[in-house]
């Protein structure tokens, strides 16, 4: 019985610890004709910041998960360097590509 016990609350502290991840999708611009535009993200490093530690994905994580909390569903790149990058975030009732959801 004791044994069940700790299984349960290893999975529930799992469960409780993993990051969700967000749905939002990486498009070109032609892709997201026709769907609206919610806003323009920009992330940028600290300019006093060394930036040995830098991870390549750092910026994109951010912008991401901001334009899932804006309801987006796709983001199309403008730009992504060391020291900063910017997305604009569409939200898109249709798949890309023309085909409705369904």
């Known amino acids: 019985m004791k044994k069940n016990r700790l299984w349960v609350i290893g999975i529930l502290l799992i469960v409780a610890c993993m ?10 611009e032609p892709m ?14 600290d300019t006093g910041r060394v930036l040995d530690s830098y991870r390549p994905t ?18 199309v790149w403008l730009y992504d360097y060391r020291v900063g990058s910017a997305a604009d975030a ?8 023309g085909q ?3």
């Open 32 to 45: 997201v004709q026709g769907c609206a535009h919610i806003a323009t993200l920009v992330e940028n490093t």
């Open 19 to 28: 990051k969700t991840i967000p749905a939002v999708k990486v498009a070109e």
């Open 90 to 97: 569409y939200h898109c009732d249709h798949q890309p590509g």
């Open 100 to 102: 409705a959801s369904r």
């Open 58 to 75: 750092e910026h994109q994580d951010k912008i991401i998960e901001r334009a899932a909390n804006l309801g987006a569903t796709h983001v």
